[in-house]
């Protein structure tokens, strides 16, 4: 449990290291990046490509998060293949952020 002040900012306390996956990243994929990695949890990110005038960009923008107990909720107990359904299907959306200055 955390311990912080009022005027402690959030950006002192929030995770900077953190796992993307595409949205149609199949759940069994997902889930053995996140045991890999040791997470409980991965945001979800749509790729959008962008033309400029020099060409094109790919840009990948969060789009969600689908963390273990969706994953259990969702896919394990509604008895749903791992290989048939993608985190986009179950991710939870859409994200509620805050700026990294805003105090807790």
Known sequence: MYSASKTQKIGTLAEKDFTTLEEDTLIIDAVK???DKGVSS???TQSKKERYDKGEQTTS???GIVT???ILYRVVTENIGPFK???GEIMNSPIVAVDEGVSV
Do not use: C
């Open 33 to 35: 990046v996140m045991r």
């Open 42 to 44: 991965v945001f979800v």
């Open 61 to 63: 923008n969060p789009i």
């Open 68 to 70: 273990e107990r969706d």
């Open 85 to 87: 359904v993608t985190i």
